[in-house]
């Protein structure tokens, strides 16, 4: 179990299991999974995608407005465009209520919360090699000046 506290939307500490990587990965891996991983990497290494991820993870279910009030500094549209993308990808379910008026909620898919578990190793890496990473920009920087 790892537990990561970094500031989120109302302060939330974000505690998930990571399973274990299987690293037996085949000799040639398939074209598709290769242009896959370029993709999804490419998509997530967007910063609303990344965002929204986080608070869909840390908060469930959400309203089109809640994630644009979540989103600080998201556009109505990039906001759009971000869920559709994410929708189309498999990672999130939008919900439309009839209601008055019309009511949308989103959540993740299982994708959705798979991918989001996957990239919690990336805050674990990050949180136990700050420091060096840090020091090694500021040695870099000292002899790039030098």
Not at 26 to 31: Q, S, T
Not at 108 to 136: H, M, P, Q
């Amino acid at each position: 179990m790892v537990t990561i506290g970094k500031k989120a939307p109302e302060s939330g500490v974000l505690t998930v299991q990571i399973p274990e990587i299987d690293h037996d990965y085949p000799a040639d891996l398939d074209p598709r999974v290769e242009a896959l991983v370029t993709q999804v990497i490419g998509r997530v290494a967007d910063k609303w995608t990344m965002i929204l991820l986080e608070v869909l993870t840390e908060a469930g279910e959400q309203r089109f407005s809640q994630l644009l009030r979540a989103a600080e500094g998201i556009s109505q549209k990039m906001l759009t465009q971000t869920l559709r993308q994410m929708e189309r990808d498999g990672l999130v379910i939008r919900t439309v209520h009839a209601a008055v008026p019309p009511r949308v909620d989103y959540r993740l898919t299982d994708l959705g919360e798979g991918l989001s578990y996957a990239f919690c190793g990336v805050w674990v890496w990050a949180a136990k090699n700050v420091d060096r990473i840090e020091a090694a920009r500021a040695a870099f920087d000292e002899r790039a000046a030098a």
